[in-house]
């Protein structure tokens, strides 16, 4: 009888749930609702490859104001956070070749690393702090369906604002993954080790 009355007493406790400002999502942080509009900072490029910054800023950009919970504004000291990134990493392989020793497909990898903070005159509170957000993606300029570095790059930079606009508002992505990123490589057709 006692157990059952501290089993009722922990049921009771766990359903006294605090509505707040939604700041975790499933363990990972998120902007609060409170907030309703975002200015997006150029980010730092510490890969080193010509106008990456611009065409992420302009992907995400667009991205950003499609999605009806933020305000996306130009103006800096207007906005309600401030969105700030640095794309850490960007990478341009091999992956696969033909029986002459040439490369048939590339996977095109980008790495960025994103945080917000909210305008020091709407509030002192802490928001998410770096975030690490991957997107790869495959083409192949020698067997169909053919594509251009050019249009894979693209493809790359709105797969990567895709998984920022999710990052920062939902606080995850994982809806987004790629089939390699899940364990399964199409090349093959079978599922990658250690996943």
């Known amino acids: 009888m006692p157990a059952l009355v501290i089993l009722n007493l922990l049921m009771c406790q766990s359903q006294e749930v605090k509505k707040e ?18 200015y997006i900072h150029n980010f730092e490029n510490r890969s080193y490859v010509g106008e990456l910054t611009g065409e992420l800023k302009l992907a995400l950009t667009q991205k950003m104001s499609l999605q009806p919970r933020f305000r996306l504004e130009m103006d800096k000291p207007s906005a309600d956070i401030w969105l700030y990134g ?31 903070r909210p305008n020091p005159k709407v509030s002192q509170e802490q928001m998410f702090d770096k ?64 996943k």
């Open 21 to 38: 400002d939604s700041v975790k999502i499933d363990g990972d942080e998120t902007v609060p609702r409170k907030y309703k509009s975002i």
């Open 86 to 116: 640095k794309i850490e990493h960007f990478n341009l392989a091999p992956r696969g070749i033909d029986q002459f020793g040439r490369t048939t497909r590339y996977v095109m990898t980008i790495l960025a690393t994103v945080w917000a």
């Open 131 to 194: 975030k690490t957000v991957r997107f790869d993606t495959f083409y192949s300029p020698e067997q169909p369906p053919y594509e251009t570095e050019f249009t894979a790059r693209q493809r790359t930079l709105n797969g990567l604002s895709d998984r920022i606009v999710m990052a920062v508002i939902k606080g995850w992505y994982s809806e987004l993954k790629s089939n390699e990123e899940l364990g399964y490589d199409p090349a093959t057709q079978t599922t990658l080790p250690g």
